[in-house]
């Protein structure tokens, strides 16, 4: 099946730094990736969608200056956490989309979770 | 905006009852998929429903979705342990649109 990977997986870092996330999908290439951010015991807050060469489109209420996303190639998305605060600690998951006729499933990578001192 | 409601929050069960999540939309879905995601992992993807009245299974998951396509549901049939973990549900109003996430269940399940 599809895999998606992500780097690192955790790292601690200190406050009014910026840290750089790595999404990768390894088997096959992704039109679409997804960034999302989950707080303990909630759900998947999208955060933005990034296609390959092109701007990502933010949803409402995420600062686009903050999180910088990156989708450089078809298996690489990068999402940097700009000048970093305990507030933005949380699980961050990226996911990859291989759209079909038949499915249009996302597949998730591992995640990373992001403590801020 | 639309809304993916799902419920129960949490749900304890004994080793071997049954158990079912609930997830309705605010509005009319393209098609939804349940998500598992085990204590400190990501969510693994389960299934995808597209028709309206679709029934699947997959061993002692059943899941369905609404004639409307507004609603849809996760039975496990005699729950283990190793079915320990929160269930999302997951629509999307249209093809290649935004995904919704429900508000998961969890699900506890005592030997």
């Known amino acids: 099946g599809a895999v998606v990977s992500q780097h690192p997986s955790r790292v601690i870092c200190k406050s009014g730094t910026s840290v750089k996330i790595e999404c990768r999908s390894l088997d096959f290439q992704a039109t679409t990736m997804f960034w999302y951010r989950q707080f303990p015991k909630q759900s998947l807050m999208l955060m933005a969608t990034s296609n390959e060469g092109s701007k990502a489109t933010y949803e409402q209420g995420v600062e686009k200056d903050k999180f910088l996303i990156n989708h450089a190639s078809l298996t690489l998305s990068t999402l940097t956490v700009t000048s970093a605060h305990p507030e933005d600690s949380s699980f961050y998951i990226c996911?990859?989309?291989?759209?079909?006729?038949?499915?249009?499933?996302?597949?998730f990578g591992p995640g990373t979770r992001l403590t801020v001192l | 905006g639309q809304q993916v409601m799902q419920i129960p929050q949490y749900q304890h069960v004994q080793e071997g009852e049954d158990f079912t999540t609930y997830c309705n939309s605010s509005?009319?879905?393209?098609?939804i998929q349940w998500y598992k995601q085990r204590p400190g992992g990501h969510p693994v993807f389960l299934i995808q429903l597209v028709k309206s009245g679709e029934v699947k299974k997959q061993k002692r998951l059943t899941f369905q979705f609404g004639e409307a396509k507004k609603n849809s549901s996760l039975h496990i049939t005699a729950t283990q342990t190793t079915d320990v973990g929160t269930y999302f549900c997951?629509?999307?109003?249209?093809?290649?649109?935004?995904?919704?996430f429900g508000q998961g269940t969890e699900l506890s399940v005592k030997p």
């Open positions: 997951a629509g999307r109003a249209n093809q290649g649109g935004k995904l919704i």
């Open positions: 996911s990859a989309s291989t759209t079909s006729r038949s499915t249009d499933t996302q597949y």
């Open positions: 509005t009319t879905l393209s098609n």
